[in-house]
């Protein structure tokens, strides 16, 4: 009887073109998942960056009054603003669009706001009708919004400059700054860095 060997088997050496993808796919996808806790933009980039972006939402926002005939208005904060509109009745949040919607600052930036004397400003918000109208109710007092800039359906807007500061806790180094000014109609200017 003869006896027949075994075919010949080849061992593999290396790995198939199909595993070396599978790998890269799943390093990919853990090198995506990692955020990295450094931020690569120096103090003064970021400023300017907020700055535009203040800017250009303005702008938005005044061509959106002017086109639709509406009303805005702008609540600021320490840290963060929010577009308003006029209702008929009172200043609602606008919640329709994103662009609008309240904005944060990050860490270590904060606002200032600086305004002209506008006497027909603090007259009309005294009176008991029109665009600035107060109510009694003590409930609604509560809830009341007051933005502090105001952009018309005339294409107006109340003159005013806001400062974005950028300065960190426990730093030496200098605060970084840049001002937004609009002087009654956009667009607005951006000016810096200041020295503050």
């Given amino acids: 009887m003869k006896t027949v060997a075994a075919p010949f088997i080849k061992s593999q050496k290396g790995f198939t073109l199909l595993e070396i993808m599978l790998v890269m796919v799943l390093m990919a996808i853990i090198v995506s998942s990692i955020s990295f806790s450094f931020d690569v933009q120096s103090p003064k980039d970021k400023t300017f960056k907020e ?11 005044a ?3 002017l086109l639709n005939n509406v009303q ?23 919640s329709d669009e994103t662009y609008f919607a309240e904005y944060e600052l990050e860490e270590f930036f904060r606002l200032e706001l600086r305004m002209d004397d506008i006497p027909w400003l603090d007259e009309q918000a005294n009176e008991d009708e029109g665009l600035f109208e107060t109510s009694k109710d003590e409930e ?27 300065e960190e806790d426990f730093s030496d180094d200098d605060p970084v700054g840049y001002s937004v000014t609009g002087e009654y109609t956009i667009p607005l200017k951006v000016e810096g860095p200041l020295e503050l």
């Avoid at 700055?51 to 926002?61: D, E, M, N, S, V």
């Avoid at 509109?85 to 200043?91: K, L, S, T």
């Fill in 51 to 61: 700055a535009k972006r203040f800017q250009a939402i303005y702008h938005l926002a």
């Fill in 63 to 65: 061509e959106y009054a």
């Fill in 72 to 94: 805005f208005g702008i609540v600021i904060k320490e840290q963060g603003y929010e577009f308003v509109g006029f209702d008929g009745e009172r200043w609602t949040p606008i």
């Fill in 140 to 166: 609604e007092e509560e809830d009341k919004i007051v933005p502090q800039l105001y952009l018309f359906s005339s294409g107006d807007i109340s003159p005013f400059e806001l400062v974005i500061i950028y």
